[in-house]
Structures are given as structure tokens and as C-alpha cells.
């Protein structure tokens, strides 16, 4: 019996080998040195700045052994030149930071949000290049779990306020929109639920020049799984121009997120359903669904895809659960699968993000339990 397992491991290592040999492209992997005193690293949230540099930001704690913990707000840049990390830097220290790490950009001003606890947990951010404790604000209210999305003149945050049920702070009470201008004005706040009896938690929006898209789960009673919901946002009416419906009924639990995809003129929203299965939609500027695609190999929770915008359609790769790479075509209504690149690496749910590089390389950069993984997908034959 032991040596018709082995034949059989062997004869998968034979058709893997092969398969990576077929494949027309090609992964290498950059490990970070492994930092003995971190406990883990979480939260990542990949940017463009004003000034067309891409900027990456993440949360470390640190020193978890000891009596005196502190949490770290660490960015660092992707050089152009070679999509490598540049060193890390450390933004701000605090006691302690949750998670996520949230960061955007409008045309001028960049703004990065995070929870902070203090006597209690509060909701902070900064806009703009000052990046020290003088400069924090506080999102009015008390609040957790938030997430930043930017358009051209706005910066929206969606947060949680609360604790329901006992859930701890990823379940909230009810949930928070607000709205800064480039000068870290509030213009705008609203409440993005407002049924009692909803327990409601872990938004997520993204963006467009004028508009966001939010959303978020909402818990079924007994059930392991959750409805995820979805609202449109328009700043500059001040207003809800779509009201919090249902967009996919059987969601596994945290396992979405929403990117605005500039050529096509919507916002992609993925995931996973409780039977593990990934779906995309494609949701335009009007909050209309005008796309749903199912049975998809299942996403990897905490991710932002590569992009590489097109003409009236975009080409999106994003990390495939467990491991590998996955590419699609999207248009305003309609996903195509265009490839599967095979990696051994096994993806974890703690923040990863990707770019195109305009040489057509690929850059992931990634948050493992060990520290920060980089990987850049390229032809073979090509460096």
C-alpha cells in the first residue's frame, strides 16, 4: 500500500514538473528575512500616489513574547525599475493597531486609515504625506474596521462601531460612512445600515472618480455563512444612490472584496460561497449588476488583483486558492477566463496586492506569517 502511494506522489511531482515546464510563464519568489519577534504581519493595501509611485502599506506586531507589545504601521515603495520592495519604514508605533490597513488616493492627496487602542477603540487616518502622531485624526465616534476608498476629490471611509453579540470588534453594532475632503474636512457622514436586528460587519468599498461601492457581510442567525450586501455611495450629492440589497445570499464568512476597474467603467466584486466556490460580478456606475459568473476556482480572501487596463475591457490576475494564478477578460458584462499559472506557493489570507508592469511582468507582494513575500510573473525566457 506505502508503495502505491509513493508511485502515485511521484507520478503528481512528474505531472507538475511537466506542467510548469508547458506553461508560458514563470513565477520567481523573493522571501524577506524572517523576522524573529514577529508575532504576525496583516493588513495590506497597495497604492498609486498623486505622483504616480506605488506605495505599499501593512501592520507588524511586534515583541509578542514580552509584557510590552507594540504594533508597527510599516510602508514601503515598489521601485519601478525592478518591482522590488524598497526597504520598509516604519510610519507610526502604537500599542496596538488593528487590522485592516487601509490606504487610497484622490488626484492629490493620499490618506491611509487604521484602528487604534487606546482607552477604547477608535477609527484614525492621516491625508497626505505627513505620516506622524501629530498628524493623525480621529473618525468621529468611537470604531473599528475600517476601510478607505478614494475618488477624484473625496475620501470615503466605512467603518464599525461596536461590539454586537459579544463578536468581538469585526462585529459591529451598526456601520459608519464618512467623508474627508483633501484637507481631512468632514462633508459628509451617514449610516450605511440601520435595521436593529442586523448584526452587520467587515466592509469593504472601492472607488471611482465619482462614486463608491460598498460592501459588507451580514450574519445569518445559526448559519456559518453570511449574506454579503452591497450600497452605492455618491459624495458629491451626499447621498445613497443604491440602498443596501443582497448581492450574493450564501457568502463564506469575510471572504470578498471590490475593485473599480477604470476601462470597463465598474466596479468587480469577488469571492467565495460557503461551498467554496468563486463567483465574480460586475456592478457599473449606476449600482446595476450587469454580470454574475460562477463556479469559478475559489479566490483568496484579502486580495487586490493585478490590473492591466485595455481598451473597453481590462485583464485582471489574481491569486487562486490554494495556490497558482488565475487571469480574466472583463468587459462591462461579460468574464472570460484567459489562463492558470501553476506556482507551488500556497497563499495565506493576510493582505496581498499585485501591478502590471508595462513590460508585461507581473508583481504580487504578499504577507505571510514569516514576514513579506514578493513574486514577479513573467514570460519564459525573458528577466
Known amino acids: 500500500m506505502l508503495v502505491a502511494v509513493g508511485v502515485v506522489g511521484m507520478l503528481l511531482m512528474v505531472f507538475w514538473l511537466a ?21 504576525f504581519a496583516k493588513g495590506l493595501s497597495l497604492i ?5 509611485s506605488q506605495v505599499v502599506f501593512w501592520s507588524e506586531l511586534q515583541n509578542h513574547k514580552n509584557s510590552n507589545p507594540s504594533a508597527h504601521l510599516k510602508t514601503a515603495t515598489i521601485a519601478a525599475e525592478d518591482l522590488r520592495m524598497t526597504a520598509p519604514s516604519t510610519v507610526i508605533t502604537t500599542p496596538f493597531i488593528q487590522n485592516p490597513i487601509s490606504a487610497s488616493a484622490s488626484a492629490t492627496k493620499r490618506i491611509v486609515t487604521f484602528g487604534a487602542m487606546h ?12 505620516t506622524t502622531v501629530a498628524a493623525l485624526q480621529t473618525v468621529k465616534g468611537s470604531g473599528h474596521s475600517g476601510r478607505v476608498a478614494s475618488t477624484k476629490d473625496s ?10 453579540n459579544s463578536g468581538g470588534l469585526g462585529q459591529a453594532e451598526r456601520l459608519h460612512l464618512s467623508v ?15 435595521r436593529e436586528e442586523d448584526q452587520e460587519s467587515w466592509p469593504q468599498l472601492a472607488a471611482s472618480s465619482t462614486r463608491a461601492l460598498l460592501i459588507w457581510q451580514r450574519a445569518i442567525e445559526e448559519e456559518d455563512y453570511v449574506q454579503l450586501m452591497y450600497a452605492l455611495y455618491d459624495p458629491k450629492a ?7 440589497l443582497v448581492l450574493q445570499p450564501n457568502n463564506a464568512k469575510e471572504a470578498y472584496q471590490v475593485n473599480y476597474v477604470e476601462p470597463i467603467n465598474a466596479f468587480v466584486v469577488t469571492g467565495n460561497t460557503r461551498d467554496n ?19 469559478l476556482p475559489p479566490f483568496v480572501q484579502e486580495t487586490t488583483p493585478a490590473i492591466k487596463q485595455g481598451q473597453g475591457s481590462a485583464e485582471l490576475t489574481y491569486p487562486m486558492a490554494p495556490s497558482g494564478f488565475i487571469t480574466y477578460e472583463v468587459t462591462e458584462n461579460q468574464v472570460a477566463e484567459k489562463r492558470q499559472i501553476f506556482d507551488e506557493y500556497v497563499w495565506e489570507d493576510l493582505g496581498t496586492a499585485g501591478v502590471y508592469k508595462e513590460s508585461g511582468e507581473i508583481y504580487f507582494i504578499t504577507l505571510s506569517e514569516h514576514g513579506i513575500v514578493e513574486k514577479i510573473i513573467h514570460k519564459r525566457g525573458e528577466s
Open 19 to 39: 506542467r510548469q515546464e508547458q506553461q508560458p510563464y514563470q513565477v520567481e519568489t523573493y522571501q524577506g528575512q524572517i523576522n524573529e519577534n514577529l508575532a
Open 48 to 52: 498609486t500616489e498623486p505622483d504616480g
Open 119 to 130: 482607552e477604547k477603540a477608535m477609527q484614525q487616518f492621516f491625508i497626505g504625506p505627513s
Open 155 to 164: 475620501h470615503i471611509i466605512a467603518w464599525g462601531e461596536g461590539a454586537k
Open 180 to 194: 474627508y475632503d483633501d484637507a481631512g474636512s468632514l462633508i459628509d457622514e451617514a449610516l450605511i445600515t440601520t
Open 238 to 244: 451626499r447621498r445613497f444612490q443604491k440602498h443596501p
Open 277 to 295: 466556490q468563486g463567483y465574480m460580478y460586475i456592478i457599473n456606475e449606476t449600482g446595476r449588476v450587469t454580470h454574475g459568473s460562477f463556479n
